[in-house]
């Protein structure tokens, strides 16, 4: 980032000038500022960064609603400073706050029934921590965040085991005690087959919701179902009447829509008013 802030011409601002800035919200939605976590202050790091001294204030609590026009942030620093790392740190703060939003629509959508909104690992590189914890600002529920959490069995294992009883047996000989065993499946009759090996969880993937219904049924609350596959605002309601306890929404993590956030400098007459 300092070898952005030589770009700005000499002539343009003086080093030393300092300007009060805020950024507010163009858009309702839920804010996160991921600035309260010690070892994440992504937004802060940006202006801090380049300017030591800079002062920082969050009107806003983490993970709040906040309507369209909301001051978030207010900042006053070396205006070179805030320059340069506007860009960055808006993009870290839309990027999750739009998690966070998108997030919030799924869980009110699914109000008043049993199911829980879970992510998946579809990811950004560097910044699942980040995207995983907007998913909680939110409303939703983390699933596993890695591959070390627990065992996932999905398509391909099947096929390259055998079979679902089979993938189920080996993962289980290879798992310890304290490691859950979730594995995928399509129809009822690998529902049928999974059961009698007494998996932690199913995941009913791409299932209508007829079967869905059918294979909640025959769980009978034995182990967590988990609808997944295709899973929309639009559709999100009807498959959380079906009785699945999660519902995963890759999009919420891979597809979110950035929260249109701005950083706009206070005008000199403005602020000298208001210090008066």
Known sequence: ????????????????????????????????????????????ACFRKLDPDVQIRWPVAEGAAVAAGTRVCEIVGQSRALLTGERTALNF????????????RYVAAVAGTNARIIDTRKTTPGL????KFA??????????????????????????????????????????????????????????????????????DNMDLSAL????????????????????LDSVRA??????NLISVGALTHSAPVLDIGLDFEPPAKRQHADA
Request: glycine content about 10%; charged content about 20%; overall charge neutral.
């Open 93 to 104: 703060l839309g990027h999750l706050s739009g998690i966070a939003t998108l997030t919030a």
């Open 239 to 244: 498959i959380a009447e079906t009785g699945v």
């Open 135 to 204: 998913v909680r600002c939110g409303g939703g529920v983390n699933h596993r965040f890695g591959l070390f959490d627990a065992v996932l069995i999905k398509d391909n294992h099947i096929v390259a085991a055998g079979g679902v009883g089979a993938a189920l047996e080996r993962a289980r000989a290879h798992a310890g005690h304290m490691v859950k065993v979730e594995i995928e499946v399509t129809n009822l009759d690998e529902v049928d087959e999974a059961l009698q090996l007494d998996p932690d969880a199913l995941l009913l």
């Open 128 to 131: 699942r921590a980040l995207e």
């Open 213 to 232: 219904r059918a294979a909640v049924k025959e769980v009978a609350g034995r182990v967590i179902t988990e609808a997944s596959g295709g899973v929309s």
């Open 1 to 44: 980032m300092s070898t952005h802030s030589e770009r700005l011409p000499r002539w343009f601002m003086p080093p030393p000038a300092r300007t009060a800035a805020f950024s507010s919200a163009r858009r309702p939605g839920v804010v996160l500022r991921v600035s309260q976590i010690r070892a994440w202050p992504w937004a802060d």
